[in-house]
């Protein structure tokens, strides 16, 4: 059986001597496992097409999920990362939330192409690093089912606040005068920042501007967000911030 598709290379793994487990996230079938056989080889024709953070077309052979390359073409490499270790590491990082938010066999287009969105802003550098990742983060866990609610005070109702607090066991917000402690503290400029990112659309969800010290709230609200929903550590994270990759 073959499968036509295209997918992004979100991780990669050796496999004996040539070859290589690759785990795509594709945008017919969602997450899957694939071997790469001589990939390893300087000669081989699928390298350049199979490499991690590369978009590329795939034709697949396989049945029952146990799926070989058979033809490769990559559509993307993002250059853009491939001379900047701190980009790079950012970009791994984008790909192993991704591989955290989908599953085997399940198409998850939005999440696949908000994934790209972000490597594309991020290659091109025109978008400040730490902006791309808090978008990201943000829309990532509208699109996983963990959208906040970020229209109005969910104790008073009130829309226009100076200051609030996200509860990310509730995804509810709340204003400085129903509740003054606990939650994550956000400023005006950063309640609409999230309000922006949650709504705009997909091929915008990058275009908006903060000052460095809302920026950096921003991050530490989305990013704090995310790994409350998500439960879960990553390792590219731990290793971003070692590298302290600057706005």
């Known amino acids: 059986m073959f499968l036509t598709t295209r997918g992004l290379v979100l991780r990669e793994a050796k496999y004996k001597e040539t070859d290589k487990i690759l785990t795509l996230l594709t945008e017919t079938d969602g997450k899957l496992t694939v071997?790469?056989?001589?990939?390893?080889?300087?000669?081989?024709?699928?390298?350049?097409?199979?490499?991690?953070?590369?978009?590329?077309?795939?034709?697949?052979?396989?049945?029952?999920?146990?799926?070989?390359?058979?033809?490769?073409?990559?559509?993307e490499q993002f250059r853009g990362l491939r001379g900047d270790i701190g980009l790079l590491a950012m970009g791994s990082y984008i790909a192993e939330v991704l591989e955290s938010v989908s599953e085997e066999g399940v198409p998850e287009p939005e999440i696949l192409q908000l994934g790209l969105n972000a490597l594309y802003a991020l290659a091109s550098r025109n978008y400040s690093p730490k902006l791309?990742?808090?978008?990201?983060?943000?829309?990532?866990?509208?699109?996983?089912g963990y959208?906040?609610?970020?229209?109005?005070?969910?104790?008073?109702?009130?829309?226009?606040?100076?200051?609030?607090?996200?509860?990310?066991?509730?995804?509810?917000?709340y204003c400085g005068g129903c509740r003054s402690v606990g939650g994550l503290a956000a400023s005006r400029p950063v309640i609409d920042a999230?309000?922006?990112?949650?709504?705009?659309d997909a091929r915008r969800v990058f275009a908006f501007k903060l000052p460095p010290e809302?920026?950096?709230?921003?991050?530490?609200?989305?990013?704090?967000?995310?790994?409350?929903?998500?439960d879960r550590s990553f390792g590219s994270l731990d290793y971003l911030k070692k590298l302290r990759i600057k706005p």
């Open 147 to 173: 959208r906040p609610e970020l229209g109005e005070c969910a104790g008073c109702g009130r829309v226009d606040m100076d200051s609030a607090r996200l509860f990310p066991e509730h995804g509810e917000l």
């Open 214 to 230: 809302s920026l950096d709230e921003l991050a530490a609200v989305t990013e704090a967000y995310m790994l409350y929903e998500l």
């Open 132 to 144: 791309v990742k808090a978008a990201f983060e943000l829309r990532l866990m509208c699109l996983a």
């Open 35 to 75: 071997k790469a056989r001589g990939v390893a080889r300087a000669r081989s024709k699928i390298s350049a097409a199979s490499q991690l953070l590369t978009f590329s077309d795939f034709t697949l052979f396989g049945s029952r999920g146990r799926w070989t390359i058979n033809e490769a073409e990559s559509v």
């Open 194 to 200: 999230m309000r922006y990112i949650v709504s705009a």
